[in-house]
């Protein structure tokens, strides 16, 4: 299969931005470097292509009712105009993907990870024949930005979107414009900053682009790529599919449980308590304090030099100037401020354990004229 | 006398007497990325031509690093230590890595000039 591009592929190429393979899609991982991007995000404002993810819709009458049986949060909550952080959960309790459910008035929107998009269309095409559902995935025909940072707000008024700007979080709204077409405009993202994220239709993707690129010369906006954006994430403390977690994983086991609603009629319900009740491991946060870069299956050791673990995700953190990283741990040690080593290199490195979030989130919410409330997690 | 490299993208200059700077090629820089870790020898180990004598990470990868030519390390760049962007802001000068005791300065010759090694980066791509 050969890779895919973005609509605005060619924008990214002629900045020279440095381009890689990531799930298929050629993507850029940093326009100048990831760290000087990843550390614009919080300072002021950063402006990231993710238009490799998938929308999935769903329609018809028994869309709540086959959704609130497929996805693991309290879909039957949602209000319109809301949205939830939600798992595609296998019938053993394995996390199939993890996304953000989108009520609209006439549909439900998915947008999911680019890797997982046509599994989780797969999947919930098999689940779906006893519902009176519509599922449709249109990944091909929208782009997706996220305009990510305290700047974003201000940016996003400076273009015709007032209505957009005031937004509270989790909430979108749709939006016609005289230039970019229909947008579906959410206050949300993954990088622990205030923020948006867009969806429209391709034809208009460049333009959008280039217009908020120009508005955000007067408030610092830095092009960000898929570099900046995992470490902007790790840092919120927020999961990635695939590295985090996969199917082999319960959602206890990353401390999602917060997105399983339980006690309703959902397709992993059974196996969910026994998950719970056999917990062995957990996903915790971690900061080195012996100078050294934890990656990808690195083992964790206690004082002792017992194996308790493995590292899932590494960084730099160029925000904290500091090293940090996560993984599964034993339950023992998944709490705050745990003495751990890691092994690098044969060497075994202090380091102790860190909640999630890393630092203190900008996320806001609330919202609407002037209810505005920083959230600390 | 000016720098030679290796095809493993080290460069090795002779400053005298058979004592020289070794650091990674500007190429390098640009293809590793942002430099965040440098595990770099003690002052006194020694090394064969082509031997690893350390690890250069960036936020995406890790590295080795070779010695272009053989010898004793007599110092270690502690500014790269504790700022290791200083390889990406100036990998061919002030972000050399350590200074090496030639065991036999003849070793330079199996490496290419300048113009020879910006060629073979060129053809490799």
New interface residues.
Partial sequence: MSTKKTVLYSLHQAKGA?IIDFAGWLMP??YT???KEAAAVRKSVGLFDVSHMGEIFVRGPESEKFLQYICSNDVKSLKEGQMQYNLLLNAQAGIIDDFMLYKARDYFLLIVNAAGCEKDYAWLKSKSSGFRVEIKNQSENFFLLALQGRKSEEILRQLELREAANLGYMHFGLFSTAGFGSLLISRSGYSGEDGFEILGENKFAALLWQSLEKAGRDFDLWLCGL?ARD?LRLEAGYPLYGVDMNEENNPYEVSLGWAVKEGKNFIASENLTQAKAWLEKKRIGFIMQE???A?AHYPIYNAAGRLIGEVRSG??SPNLDK?IGSGFVALDYAQENKEIFIEI?KKRLRALTKKFPFLKLGVRKGGGDGKKVFANS | MGKRFSQTHEWVEIENNNRARVGISDYAQKELGDVVFLELPEVGKEFTQGEQFGTIESTKSVSELYLPVGGKILAVNQKVIDNPALVNQSAEQDGWLVEVELEDASQINSLLGKEDYLKFVSQAE
């Fill in positions: 440095k991982v940093e470097s990831m760290l570099g470490i100078r050294g870069f990656r960084a730099y090293f290199r």
